[in-house]
């Protein structure tokens, strides 16, 4: 015998989603107040890796940004469609990786 279907309610679906926006946002601006620290405390020079914690720091707050009216859209209601939006936070993210490594990189060398 399987158990009874549980009935959800759709609009807990959307209200996790936008939340999941929000934090997304929260955690994308600490990382931009750890980049700027960085910036910040190596000194910004004009060499590339001096250029990449503030570059990082701009794309992540990007992508608060975004995320902070992708939930405040969830929250009045907007369902469109998000797939160049899920592209473009991942590619920011993915962006911000690669520059956090090559950092690193850098500094050991």
Do not use: Q, Y
């Not at 279907?5 to 209200?15: N, Q, S």
């Not at 997304?24 to 750890?34: E, M, P």
């Not at 060499?47 to 608060?64: D, E, H, K, N």
């Not at 991942?90 to 950092?103: D, E, P, R």
């Amino acid at each position: 015998m399987s158990a009874p279907a549980i009935a959800r309610d759709p609009g807990l679906a959307t209200e996790r989603t936008a939340l999941a926006w929000r934090r997304t946002a929260i955690s994308a601006i600490a990382n931009a107040a750890l980049f700027t620290k960085v910036a910040a405390e190596g000194g910004i020079d004009w060499r590339p890796t001096g250029l990449l914690p503030l570059s990082a720091a701009v794309v992540m707050m990007l992508v608060a940004a975004v995320a902070m009216a992708r939930s405040r859209s969830l929250h009045r209601g907007a369902h469109r469609g998000t797939g160049p939006l899920l592209l473009l936070v991942s590619a920011g993210v993915t962006a911000v990786g690669l520059a956090a490594t090559a950092m690193v990189l850098a500094h050991w060398a």
